[in-house]
């Protein structure tokens, strides 16, 4: 039984495209090893972020589907649960905000009957005790009492991504992914709502995992960060070392991006588009290869595996794994 809280190995997604498969992850690794662990996960759009997340819960519906890997939970494996194993697994194990989640509120439920809904439909708890229940989860999260009988409308983004969290953390789980939980919201309420995570995992021994394109939203957050393209998981390790000592080129470009923003954002643009369509990739060897200054003959026909370079430290790059 795997000592690891969440433990993912060589997992891959795949979707059928017309008369082929596109693999939207690619023998993706990365593990959660115990409670209070927070990590982030960056990397440009279409990078398989969100793909990555999904397979966490087993969400993934068709045309797409876990083709390969394992997942495992407390030594349990996630992809072999059944629907009652995967109902409880998915609220009380490990929950999501999803992102633009704040945008799916019922709009005619108040934030409180959400709530409520998400605990009775999980737990024994008589209908008064959960109204309470709720009631307090919306207070932890900043929403005064009198707000609780608010509906969606009548709220800010900020204010209903807050509700969203809440609803998440309803039944106390080990494990929160956060995608892009503040990609809507202005500068000022997207660094309320970090603070609000970061509070939650210090004060509870909660697990966090926050998705996100903007690597400069994970500094003060997380503790260590994965860093994806192209489907595949090419940089792990503590957050401050990632940051100040970038080990992968393509960590090196996102890094180098935040210094000099307005000169690169048209490139950059492009290159999120050369880096979505998978036609575009080399087909054998690092997929990075092409739009790489270090790399050499063995970069083009050898894929590298991500290994460990240094105590706590993972990257798939041939300039490190001789």
């Not at 270090?294 to 590298?304: D, N, Q, T």
């Amino acid at each position: 039984m795997s000592s690891q809280l969440l433990d993912l190995s060589d997992v891959t997604v795949e979707y059928s495209v017309g008369t082929g498969t596109r693999k939207a992850v690619d023998d993706a690794s990365l593990s959660i090893p115990s409670r209070g662990y927070s990590l982030g996960i960056v990397g440009e759009s279409g990078s398989g972020k969100t793909t990555l997340g999904l397979s966490i819960l087993n969400l993934i519906e068709l045309p797409g589907r876990i083709s390969g890997g394992r997942i495992e939970f407390m030594g349990k494996d996630v992809l072999s649960m059944n629907k009652d194993q995967l109902r409880k697994y998915r609220w009380q194990e490990v929950a999501m905000v999803y992102q633009s989640a704040m945008n799916a509120l019922n709009p005619v439920k108040n934030i409180t009957d959400h709530i409520v809904e998400v605990l009775r439909a999980h737990t024994d708890t008589p209908k008064s005790d959960a109204q309470s229940v709720a009631v307090k989860l919306l207070s932890d999260v900043g929403i005064k009492s009198e707000r609780a009988g608010a509906y969606s409308h009548e709220l800010s983004g900020g204010m209903r991504q807050r509700a969203v969290i809440a609803m998440a953390l309803a039944l106390a789980p080990k494990l929160l992914i956060a995608d892009e939980p503040t990609s809507a919201l202005d500068v000022v309420v997207q660094r309320q709502i970090i603070a609000l995570l970061k509070s939650k995992v210090e004060e509870s021994g909660l697990s966090l995992i926050f998705i996100t394109h903007e690597i400069a939203l994970l500094g003060g957050l997380v503790d260590h960060v994965a860093v994806m393209f192209a489907g595949e998981v090419v940089e792990t390790g503590p957050m401050q070392k990632v940051l100040f000592e970038p080990l992968h080129p393509y960590t090196q470009m996102l890094l180098g991006s935040l210094l000099s923003l307005d000169s690169t954002k048209s490139s950059l643009h492009a290159f999120s588009l050369r880096a979505r369509d998978s036609t575009l990739l080399p087909q054998v060897g690092c997929k990075y290869a092409n739009r790489c200054k270090y790399a050499f003959e063995r970069c083009k026909v050898e894929r590298p595996l991500l290994k460990q370079t240094e105590q706590g430290r993972l990257v798939a790059c041939h300039k490190y794994n001789s």
